[in-house]
């Protein structure tokens, strides 16, 4: 099984900064793809930004330009730098891996989530 550890959540004022960080360990065969969800009171989760393999990025429209994703592909690992943060920012952030646990089977793993409380 593949499991994730995020940390790096916690409390910032708005226009801070917070950096998540993710390592994915376990029964890895290779790693697809690594990312960050968020999910919001009442919201449903949503993505905010990928990353493959090969370092192609996909972000959500809210956060371009404030947040960037990077990883870290021989540590198994992803982060999430997050710049100009607003209280529109605070959610629960889970760490998400596309991952084959063998040569052939594949699935999304999840971490736990971790809890970015942004103030005004």
């Known amino acids: 099984q593949v499991q994730l550890v995020e940390s790096g959540g916690g409390l910032v004022q708005q226009g801070g900064s917070l950096s998540l960080s993710c390592a994915a360990s376990?029964?890895?065969?290779?790693?697809?793809?690594m990312g960050w969800y968020r999910q919001a009171p009442g919201k449903e989760r949503e993505l905010v930004a990928t990353?493959?393999?090969?370092?192609?990025?996909v972000y959500a429209d809210a956060v371009k330009g404030r947040f960037t994703i990077s990883r870290d592909n021989a540590m198994n690992m992803v982060y999430l730098q997050m710049n100009s943060l607003s209280p529109d920012d605070t959610a629960v952030y889970y760490c998400n891996a596309r991952a084959y646990s063998d040569y052939v089977n594949h699935g999304d793993y999840w971490g736990q989530g971790t809890q970015v409380t942004v103030s005004s």
């Open positions: 990353t493959n393999a090969g370092g192609s990025t």
């Open positions: 376990g029964s890895i065969f290779r790693i697809i793809a």
